[in-house]
């Protein structure tokens, strides 16, 4: 067993059992927080290969974890640019479908749009329906879609 307080802290004397939310961060964690803080304050100090280096292991072992090559591990700094990403990736072709959930997240509809001017169908899923919602998607899926996305 290693020794939690080398690696987290005395806790100043008290008892820490909420490791959910509020968990302590360990201290590797901490002083790497604090490598790039300091760095973000003074990003001349960041050298290319250290610029490089962490988004390539991060891709390295997030693909590792989902069985994929490191170059099909896209890094994005939040949810809308990943979507993005995706939307203009995607080869689209006229009558294609989008399904979707009505009354979604704007961020979540918003960028489909664009592709309506390319001839491409957004299909609505009522999410207040009787009908439960695997079922509707079941249901709404047709051989023109291509892509189901919701919150």
Known sequence: ??????DFGS?????????AHQGPLPKPAVNAIKEATALKQAPHRLSN?????VPNRLK???????????????????FSYG??????????NVGDEVLLV???FPATILPWRLLEEQGVRLQFIDQD????????ISD???AQTRVFCTT
């Open 1 to 6: 067993m290693t020794n939690w307080r080398a």
């Open 11 to 19: 806790f100043d004397g008290q008892v820490w059992l909420n490791c």
């Open 49 to 53: 290969q250290a610029f490089w280096d």
């Open 60 to 78: 390295r072992m997030l693909g590792t974890l989902v069985n994929a090559s490191p170059d099909e591990i896209v890094l994005g700094n939040s």
């Open 83 to 92: 979507l993005h990403l995706l939307i203009r990736g995607l080869n689209w």
């Open 102 to 104: 009505e009354g979604d």
């Open 129 to 136: 329906a009787a009908i439960e919602l695997p079922q509707q």
């Open 140 to 142: 709404a899926i047709t």
